[in-house]
Structure formats: C-alpha cells, structure tokens
Nanobody
Framework: QVHLVESGGGLVQSGGSLRLACAASELVFSDYNIGWFRQAPGKGREFVAAINWWGTSTFYADSVKGRLTVSRDNEKNMAYLYMANLKPEDTALYFC?????????????????????WGQGTQVTVSS
C-alpha cells in the first residue's frame, strides 16, 4: 500500500515562505511522477506543480510560476514544494500525489485523475 505523508504546512504572513515535504513509502519512489495540488475552502482541487521520475522535468501552474519550486530526493523517498512570496490566495490544503505512468504531454500531470495515490494534505494559511 503506497503511503504519502505531507508535512511543513503552517501559518505564515504574506510575503513569507514555506517548504512542504512529501514522504513516500511502500513504493519504488523513482518509478513515480509526483504532483502537488491544493484545495481552498469551497473550491475544487487545483494543480500546483509536478516533477517527473528523475527530477529532470518540472511543471507549474501559471498562478505559481516564479514563486514555487518543486524538487525531489529519490534516495530519501522525498518530494518538496518550496513556496516563496506567499499570498493570502495561496491559503489551502496542499496535497502530494503519485503516478507511475509515463508523461506524454504536460497537460496530463495537471489533471488530478492522472495520479493514483494521494496524501492526506497539509494546511497552509497565509495571513495578510
């Protein structure tokens, strides 16, 4: 049973930064592409960023480009989402997700249904 656990969320002031972590277990981590999504209250799950198996390709939602950086450490079975210059509209529950499918085109990793395994999420709250 693949297990993903997010951590690193919290309360931060506008303009601040956070680094989220996603710890994976019960899988060959380097076989999986990792995505990050977020869900704000009353809204649907929104794609934020993704990184391919070996960390050689990264993908971002337009709304976060230049502020967020996704990375991974396959030796540690960890993925990370570094978030800088946070804004109140970044407030949401952040999830990591995993998929062991090839990426044929970028739009695939933007879709929640591309991923087969999900964590429980970590809350990020940005105060103005």
């Amino acid at each position: 049973q693949v297990h993903l656990v997010e951590s690193g969320g919290g309360l931060v002031q506008s303009g601040g930064s956070l680094r989220l972590a996603c710890a994976a277990s019960e899988l060959v981590f380097s076989d999986y592409n990792i995505g990050w999504f977020r869900q704000a209250p009353g809204k649907g799950r929104e794609f934020v960023a993704a990184i391919n198996w070996w960390g050689t390709s990264t993908f971002y939602a337009d709304s976060v480009k230049g502020r967020l950086t996704v990375s991974r450490d396959n030796e540690k079975n960890m993925a990370y989402l570094y978030m800088a210059n946070l804004k109140p509209e970044d407030t949401a529950l952040y999830f990591c997700a995993a998929a062991d499918k090839r990426i044929h085109e970028e739009k695939e990793v933007h879709a929640a249904n591309y991923y087969t395994h999900w964590g429980q999420g970590t809350q990020v709250t940005v105060s103005s």
